[in-house]
């Protein structure tokens, strides 16, 4: 059983530079999230997709672009990286949205920018 | 808003000691849902429990406990005879719907990060 799958694990990019974080699940989920987490603040959600064909801006949006791209992936884009998005990155799913649905979360990929 | 107070950042205690975490959750819905989460230190999140706002009972699992009291709006976790193992940042979450879209969202808050010493 994979799960939830993050690539790169670990990443470090120059400020401005572009990257695009991959997530896949294959437990059939219907709702796909994307978190950051900083020392202090806990995770933030930064977009999810509750469904196939959506996707809708969660709590700290700026910076950041996705795409769902089928049931199973989701990837978060930075067009133009900044230091202040050093940060780990999680993905996160779950079958029908987080109400009474427990997330199942990746292991994470830590960015670096300079 | 929805908001979840960890309020103790870090816990140190010796092993086989009972610990306590605490978890104060503020939110204007009459439904939602508490979890706990564990993140050890390799880093991923890992689910624990899940309790709805209707479920006073208090549940225990193996060492692990959990006190729900909506009168004080608190969650806590309780360890019993504690281990190494369970050295892990924990993070207590809230979800309710949101009124606009009816999406549900996630609050989590800071984390308590828990060192169990040898």
């Known amino acids: 059983n994979a799960g939830v799958t993050q690539t790169p694990k670990f990443q470090v990019l120059k400020t401005g530079q572009s990257m695009t974080l991959q997530c896949a699940q294959d437990?059939?989920?219907?709702?796909m999230y994307w978190y950051r987490q900083d020392p202090g603040m806990g995770l933030r959600l930064i977009y999810y997709s509750a469904s196939e064909g959506t996707t809708d801006k969660g709590e700290v949006p700026n910076g950041y672009n996705v795409s769902r791209l089928n049931k199973r992936e989701f990837s978060l884009r930075l067009e133009s990286a900044a230091p202040s998005q050093t940060s780990v990155y999680f993905c996160?799913?779950?079958?029908?949205?987080?109400?009474?649905?427990?997330?199942?979360f990746g292991n994470g990929t830590r960015l670096t920018v300079t | 808003a929805q908001k979840v107070t960890q309020a103790q950042t870090e816990i140190s205690v010796v092993e086989k000691e009972d610990v306590t975490l605490d978890c104060v959750y503020e939110?204007?819905?009459?439904?939602?849902?508490l979890f706990w989460y564990k993140q050890p230190p390799s880093g991923e999140l890992v689910f624990l429990i899940r309790?709805?706002?209707?479920?006073?009972q208090n549940e225990i699992s193996g060492r692990y406990s959990w006190n729900f009291q909506k009168s004080t709006s608190s969650f806590n976790f309780t360890i019993t005879a504690s281990q190494v193992v369970d050295s892990a940042v924990y993070f207590c979450?809230?979800?309710?719907?949101?009124?606009?879209?009816?999406?549900?969202?996630?609050?989590f808050g800071t984390g308590t990060r828990l060192t169990i010493i040898p």
């Open positions: 939110t204007r819905d009459t439904t939602y849902y």
């Open positions: 309790r709805n706002s209707f479920d006073e």
């Open positions: 979450a809230l979800s309710e719907q949101w009124a606009n879209f009816g999406n549900e969202k996630l609050t």
């Open positions: 996160a799913s779950t079958l029908r949205g987080g109400y009474n649905s427990p997330l199942h």
């Open positions: 437990m059939n989920h219907n709702s």
